[in-house]
């Protein structure tokens, strides 16, 4: 028999949907018996697929990446838990102005692993990134079946381009928003929600809220919206587990410094990237039409086409589901709270560091599409899942995937990350036991790698800072009173000075060279004298020496 005759063959006999509406005949006239054990076996071996497929992205994919990039502010994360690992009070004690979670969870990451060395650091925070993802998209699975799968697949294959699988809040408080997104769906098409899911709600928001302060106004919406019409027992036990979460959190803190770091200070990012993006007044338009916005400006990454084609697909069946299914209010609540994720809006297809802010819109996105494909009449729902399969398809084999990327992961390391191991390591060799560091830039995981004290009051000195008279003051007052014994501060390019050095301290300090070239760390002249032969051999191994 040739190839065209039993290609013939199968598509007469076996992708005829008479098949298909056969089997599901088939499968209804089973016992309750029967239809429980083939359901739970096809669970189950979904389950084991996905476990094994995310797990297959992550070793073979995202983990020769681990040094793409070098420090984000996934690193800003670290420290922060580095610093409650010392016995430092978020807010009060250091700086952070983003909410305490990712803090809280670096904290316990470091505290459970003890991470020898900067690698292991970085790895045991992806991991923990990895481990969760893995948790909740079975478990995403299991509750909502197919109606999530797709996002679950297309969004493992592609969040690389916008950091997901960094440590960073947005890769974490997408599953649970995904999970309220699907409970939402679930409750305005008159599908079955249990009691217990308007607890594990609450507990979600509560979450969301303490994780990453932008996304407070999505959480609080879709939190509305769900029990909205909910029974009023649910309501009351609802928001009375959010209400009393939440003021137990915060009495644990400072809500004066809380305020002044997420509020204040982050005001003035929000109206940076308000102005950046033209997103004020009726600018706001093009965060609630994203998609269409989307297939109007031809981005051209990966990304961007991955986005299009989102978009077309979400055209199409919203079309459907408000021509045919006369969902307009169901498809208006979703719009609306898809433009509330798209908050901190970016220009279609912009992947990598600013792309991550579109993470949770992305993520969302391709759930509502999912969601819509998956409610729609037979014929429909197989052109979709047909081209949804394609999309993924071209997301992993296309040429401009990061799949196809050759990376070696140590040169990659050394070139993101290798810089803060080398300046951290000096630090540590050349450092007494009573010794302090002060960091003047971005390079806050030298103070990891160091593992002294940091001089500053608030230990970060970093972003808005230098732009508020407290923090300045602090600054002001710590080099006037008790100067850092190492100091590390962005150069000038021509002089290789550092250009915050205060000028009546530069003579007080040295400069330390690397490659017989000046670098931006110091050390304070009087502790030249002290240092042993064995320690000036030491750094000599890393390039580093200290003229005299």
């Not at 002089?495 to 040295?510: F, G, I, V």
């Amino acid at each position: 028999m040739s190839f065209s005759m039993l290609k013939k063959k199968v598509q007469s006999r076996i992708l005829k949907p008479m098949i298909l509406h056969e089997v599901k005949q088939r499968f209804t006239k089973l016992s309750p018996k029967r239809k429980n054990l083939f359901t739970f076996f096809l669970n189950l071996f979904i389950s084991i697929f996905l476990a094994g497929f995310l797990s297959f992205l992550f070793l073979f994919f995202y983990l020769p990446h681990i040094g793409a990039f070098g420090c984000f502010d996934d690193c800003n994360n670290i420290i922060g838990g580095f610093f409650i690992l010392k016995g430092k009070k978020i807010f009060t004690d250091f700086y952070f102005n983003h909410q305490l979670g990712m803090a809280y969870v670096s904290f316990f990451t470091q505290y459970f692993f003890h991470p020898e060395t900067l690698y292991k650091l970085l790895l045991y925070h992806r991991v923990v990134v990895f481990l969760w993802s893995l948790f909740f998209s079975i478990w995403l699975f299991l509750r909502f079946r197919f109606s999530v799968l797709f996002f679950i697949l297309l969004f493992a294959i592609t969040k690389f381009y916008v950091f997901g699988d960094r440590f960073l809040a947005e890769s974490f408080i997408i599953y649970p928003l995904v999970y309220i997104l699907c409970l939402l769906w679930y409750q305005q098409t008159k599908q079955r929600i249990y009691r217990w899911e308007y607890v594990l709600t609450a507990l979600f928001v509560w979450f969301i809220i303490f994780m990453r302060e932008p996304f407070i106004p999505l959480a609080l919406v879709l939190f509305t919206a769900l029990i909205w019409k909910a029974e009023k027992k649910m309501q009351i036990i609802s928001l009375g587990i959010l209400s009393g979460l939440t003021v137990v959190t915060i009495s644990f803190f400072s809500l004066k410094d809380m305020y002044q770091q997420l509020v204040v200070i982050n005001q003035q990012l929000v109206s940076q990237e308000v102005g950046e993006n033209q997103t004020g007044g009726i600018g706001i338009l093009k965060i609630f039409f994203y998609p269409l916005f989307v297939l109007t400006s031809f981005p051209k990454t990966m990304l961007g086409q991955i986005e299009i084609d989102l978009s077309i697909l979400f055209f199409a069946f919203a079309f459907y589901q408000t021509l045919v299914g006369k969902k307009y209010k169901e498809l208006f609540l979703f719009l609306f709270v898809l433009g509330i994720a798209c908050i901190r809006f970016v220009q279609p297809g912009t992947m990598f560091y600013h792309g991550f802010r579109l993470m949770v819109w992305y993520g969302l996105f391709i759930t509502f599409v999912n969601l819509l494909i998956m409610s729609s009449p037979r014929r429909f729902k197989t052109i979709g899942i047909t081209l949804f399969i394609v999309l993924i398809l071209f997301s992993v084999f296309s040429p401009k995937s990061f799949m196809k990327e050759k990376i070696n992961r140590e040169e990659a390391f050394t070139v993101g990350y290798g810089h803060y191991f080398a300046t951290g390591t000096v630090v540590k060799t050349l450092a007494k036991k009573d010794d302090t560091l002060f960091v003047e830039a971005r390079d806050d995981m030298i103070y990891w790698q160091a593992d002294i004290k940091s001089a500053y009051k608030y230990q970060f000195y970093t972003g808005l800072m230098p732009s508020q008279k407290l923090y300045v003051d602090a600054r002001t007052e710590m080099f006037g009173k008790y100067p850092p014994d190492f100091y590390y501060g962005d150069c000038d390019e021509k002089t290789m000075r550092a250009k915050s050095l205060p000028k009546n301290r530069e003579t007080d300090y040295q400069q330390i060279y690397f490659s017989e070239k000046p670098s931006c760390l110091y050390i304070k002249k009087g502790n030249v004298s002290k240092l042993t032969k064995q320690q000036l051999e030491q750094i000599q191994s890393l390039g580093y020496t200290i003229p005299r």
